[in-house]
C-alpha cells in the first residue's frame, strides 16, 4: 500500500516526456506534408510541438489547396508515425528509474497520451507495460488535450481525485489539458511563458519527496 503521504497516482504524458520521440513525431508530419504537396518548414515544427494528431492534421490540411479529408491525414500521419517507433524508443534519462521507485513505493504510474492507442501501445511494450496501472490514448476520452478529458480519465478509473494526483508534461497543450483537470503539473524540459507548474530539466530531477510535496499543496 502506498503512504498516505504519497501522490494517489502520478499520470505521464509520453512524447518527449517519457520518450524520445519528438523528431520521430516531426519526421512523420514533415513526410505527410509532402506527400500532400505542402513542404513544412521551421515554424510548422513549433507550430506541431505537443498536437494531438487531429489538430496536427488540421494544421497540414490547412497548408493544402485540396486535399483529402482529415480523418485521412489523421490515418497517414499514424502509419507514417508508426513506422517509425516500430523500429524502439528510448526512454529519456530517469524516466525508467523513476517508474520502477513509483512501482515500489505502491503509486500508480498512468500513461496520458494524446497519440492513437496503436502508438502507445507499441511504446508501452517497448517501455515496460507493467510499470503502468493503465493508459490513456486518443479516443479514449470525449475530447483530446488541451481539453482536461483525458486526465479527467484517467483519474476516474483509479478512483481517484485529480487533485491528489501530479501530471508530468512536456509540452504547452499537454499542461493545459493537466491544469484544467486539476492536477498539480511537474514541466520537464525548457518551456517559455508556463506559470503555475513546477519545472525540472529532466525526470532525473523527479522522486517521491518532490511529487508528496506537490499533491500536499492541493490537500
Known amino acids: 500500500m502506498p503512504s498516505p503521504d504519497h501522490p494517489a497516482a502520478v499520470l505521464f504524458d509520453m512524447d518527449g516526456t517519457l520518450v524520445d520521440t519528438e523528431d520521430l513525431w516531426w ?11 505542402a513542404p513544412l518548414g521551421p515554424g510548422d515544427r513549433e507550430a506541431l510541438f ?21 480523418s ?3 490515418a497517414m500521419l499514424t502509419r507514417a508515425f508508426v513506422r517509425r517507433i516500430e ?10 528509474a523513476l517508474l520502477e521507485s513509483l512501482r515500489a513505493a505502491g503509486v500508480p504510474a498512468v500513461l496520458v497520451s494524446a497519440s492513437p492507442r496503436t502508438v502507445v501501445d507499441i ?5 515496460g507495460g507493467h510499470l503502468f496501472r493503465l493508459s490513456v ?4 476520452s470525449a475530447r483530446n488535450k488541451p481539453a482536461p478529458d483525458p486526465y479527467l480519465a484517467a483519474a476516474s478509473r483509479l478512483g481517484a481525485d485529480p487533485a491528489a494526483c501530479v501530471a508530468v508534461e512536456d509540452s504547452p497543450t499537454g499542461i493545459a489539458s493537466a491544469r484544467a483537470a486539476g492536477c498539480a503539473v511537474i514541466a520537464v524540459g525548457p518551456l517559455d511563458g508556463v506559470s503555475g507548474v513546477t519545472t525540472v530539466p529532466t525526470l532525473e530531477s523527479v522522486d517521491l519527496p518532490l511529487l508528496r510535496r506537490l499533491t500536499a499543496r492541493e490537500r
Do not use: K, M, Q
Open 27 to 37: 519526421d512523420a508530419c514533415a513526410e505527410v506534408g509532402r506527400g500532400l504537396g
Open 50 to 70: 505537443g498536437l494531438p494528431v487531429e489538430d496536427a492534421a488540421a494544421h497540414i490540411l490547412g497548408r493544402v489547396n485540396d486535399g483529402p479529408g482529415r
Open 123 to 127: 511504446v508501452l511494450e517497448s517501455v
Open 72 to 74: 485521412s491525414v489523421e
Open 137 to 140: 490514448a486518443a479516443g479514449d
Open 87 to 96: 523500429s524502439g524508443v528510448t526512454p529519456l534519462p530517469g524516466a525508467v
